[in-house]
């Protein structure tokens, strides 16, 4: 089993930054595509941004030029940078990477931007 730990969200200003991070721990042997999803109350979740393992990435047409996904291997740790946040940002961002065919989901953190 692999076990996701997330941390860094919180309540931020329109048009400040958060980064957030999860690390992942377990049973890993190699990480495959790490991404960043986050869900809003009565919204479904929705994919936020990846990150292969070769590091290319894609980004959700709505965080394109604010935010960034990136990966430390070494420290089997996804990030992601946000910048310039917008109170539709508010949401719980949750972590999910996937090894071995099977995907695991982190537990969530809340990022909540206030206008």
């Known amino acids: 089993q692999v076990q996701l730990a997330e941390s860094g969200g919180g309540l931020v200003q329109a048009g400040g930054s958060l980064r957030l991070s999860c690390a992942a721990s377990?049973?890993?042997?190699?990480?495959?595509?790490m991404d960043w999803y986050r869900q809003a109350p009565g919204n479904e979740r929705e994919l936020v941004a990846r990150?292969?393992?070769?590091?290319?990435?894609n980004y959700a047409d709505s965080v394109k030029g604010r935010f960034t996904i990136s990966r430390d291997d070494a420290k089997n740790t996804v990030y992601l940078q946000m910048n310039s946040l917008k109170p539709e940002d508010t949401a719980v961002y949750y972590c999910h990477v996937l090894q071995r065919g099977a995907g695991y989901w982190g537990q969530g953190t809340q990022v909540t931007v206030s206008s």
């Open positions: 990150i292969s393992s070769g590091g290319s990435t």
């Open positions: 377990g049973r890993i042997f190699i990480i495959g595509i």
